[in-house]
């Protein structure tokens, strides 16, 4: 019982710093780019949130190269995301 008690409280605790952790991110983007910074936000965690799924039942799971390969992904939907602002009228 007291294992199983001290792996609830772990998991609570990860539950809380995995939240703090998203809303420290969700701030920086909104102050360092306002709108622009949560629209790239929002677009990378959609992009590699599909890509991620689409992996794991392609493949089986994700390796390695597909981690790095979100990663480059992830770049390249943000620098889109932040450049196409000002070509469609963000000022």
Request: proline share 0%; net charge neutral.
């Given at each position: 019982m007291i294992r199983l008690n001290l792996l609830h409280v772990r998991v609570a605790r990860e539950r809380k710093k995995a939240s703090a952790t998203l809303q420290l991110i969700?701030?920086?983007?909104?102050?360092?780019?306002?709108?622009?910074?949560?629209?790239?936000?929002?677009?990378?965690?959609?992009?590699?949130?599909?890509?991620?799924?689409?992996?794991?039942?392609?493949?089986?799971?994700?390796?390695?190269?597909?981690?790095?390969a979100l990663c480059e992904i992830a770049e390249v939907v943000a620098l889109a995301t932040l450049t196409a602002r000002p070509i469609f009228g963000g000022g």
């Open positions: 969700v701030l920086l983007a909104a102050l360092l780019a306002g709108a622009a910074g949560l629209a790239a936000l929002l677009a990378v965690w959609a992009a590699t949130h599909l890509l991620a799924h689409w992996w794991t039942r392609a493949l089986g799971g994700l390796t390695g190269d597909t981690y790095g």
